[in-house]
């Protein structure tokens, strides 16, 4: 179950981790989803609606956003690692 919408809006806007994995961000007016923590701009409030998983988002007919990739697992997913010896 999501916190209330006027949470998960502030943790948005602030690009606060608490809900990341938790919570997707599903913008109406451009029809793609992001995590809570994307870099792009945050969207109005009136214009996202909150959903708990990727599945339950990609049903709704929302695409993945190519900043963030939600999709791709963690946040670092899909970088080289980088080890020291």
């Known amino acids: ?3 209330d919408t006027d949470t998960l809006y502030a ?5 606060d981790g608490r809900f990341e994995g ?9 029809g793609i989803f992001c995590r809570m923590t994307c870099p792009a701009r945050t969207p109005l409030r009136r214009n996202v609606v909150f959903r708990p998983s990727v599945e339950d988002v990609l049903s709704a007919g929302f695409r993945a956003c190519r900043r963030c990739r939600p999709q791709a697992g ?3 997913a899909g970088r080289p690692s980088v080890t020291a010896s």
């Open 1 to 3: 179950m999501l916190p």
């Open 11 to 15: 943790s948005l806007a602030a690009r």
């Open 74 to 76: 963690s946040p670092a």
């Open 22 to 30: 938790l919570a997707f961000v599903c913008v109406a007016t451009t």
